[in-house]
């Protein structure tokens, strides 16, 4: 056995045991360092214990190790969103975080086999269909975001400063179906959009300005000088997304200066714009 999968295996009950599953989402999968294999993890909404029938209402993780080709195929089993399954797992062993946080018994379940999928269970099907009803969140301006609860996000359209872009904000802990502390920030920002938007254009075209030169020479060494002026006038918005404690992030397309990159400048309510670079 490799020291990857041995030390993979360590975290977790020797003893097998069969439970009901209702996933969240997909597969997702990760691989740190210098590691082989990939990590396999669905987020489940709920566990039941076939045994003794003890229902789980709290998220929790299903993991797995895979090989490069398992990660490109079918990623060995082919879980879904939204889906119940019979699995047999084993349960991780309670273990002490950073900050010595104690993380339970069953945080995260091992697939060792998929047993059935499409299960029907009477809890667990009451549970999918209340996480199915849509949260809306209806801004003072009329837009109306929409929950993502896989990923503890609103989204939507609306305007800033004039323009149409996403709207995105983070609900206020894990698991809320609220975002008071984004919303507040928001209603803050959207009071000043315009000097925001001006503050956050400046910014960029101090920092950024002249790596759109270089870029723009090395495309084509007779292009004509870009300024600090026309690079904060080029930058059109995109996105505005809201977390909390006050941050935000405005997302500007870069109008190719960086060839199709997106502009991204972040700030604080409280303290101002303190950061801006390229991404995508």
């Known amino acids: 056995m490799s020291q990857e999968r041995e030390n993979f295996e360590k975290r977790f009950d020797m003893i097998e045991k069969e439970v009901l599953v209702l996933t969240e989402g997909g597969i997702s999968s990760s691989r740190w360092g210098e590691n082989k294999l990939w990590q396999a993890s669905v987020t489940v909404l709920a566990v039941v214990d076939t045994a003794t029938g003890e229902l789980t209402e709290k ?31 084993q349960e991780s062993l309670p273990f002490l975080a950073f900050g010595n946080e104690e993380i339970p ?63 995105n904000m983070d609900v206020d802990e894990e698991g809320s ?55 904060a006038k080029r930058l059109s918005i995109s ?10 992030e405005i997302f500007y397309d870069d109008d190719d200066m960086f060839w199709g990159h997106v502009v991204i400048v972040s700030g604080n309510i409280e303290t101002g714009i303190d950061d801006t670079y390229m991404a995508g």
């Open 59 to 89: 998220k929790c993780n299903l993991n797995w190790q895979m090989t490069d080709v398992e990660n490109k195929n079918n990623k060995v089993f082919n879980l879904q969103g939204e889906t119940i399954y019979r699995l047999r797992v």
């Open 239 to 248: 996105e505005v997304s809201v977390s909390t404690d006050g941050n935000f």
């Open 105 to 167: 018994r069953g945080n995260t379940l091992w697939v060792r086999a998929v047993l059935e999928s499409d299960c029907s269970e009477e809890r667990l099907e009451k549970i999918l269909a209340e996480f199915r009803k849509p949260v809306l969140l209806q801004l003072d301006t009329g837009e109306k975001l929409v929950l993502d609860k896989s990923i503890g996000l609103f989204s939507g359209e609306g305007y800033w400063n004039g323009e149409t872009c996403l709207i």
């Open 177 to 231: 179906v609220t975002a008071k502390d984004a919303l507040e920030t928001w209603k803050q920002l959207i009071a000043n959009c315009q000097v925001w938007d001006d503050k956050a254009r400046k910014f960029a075209a101090g920092e950024l300005t002249d790596n759109a030169n270089d870029w723009a020479l090395d495309a084509d060494e007779n292009a004509e000088e870009i300024t600090q002026e026309c690079f």
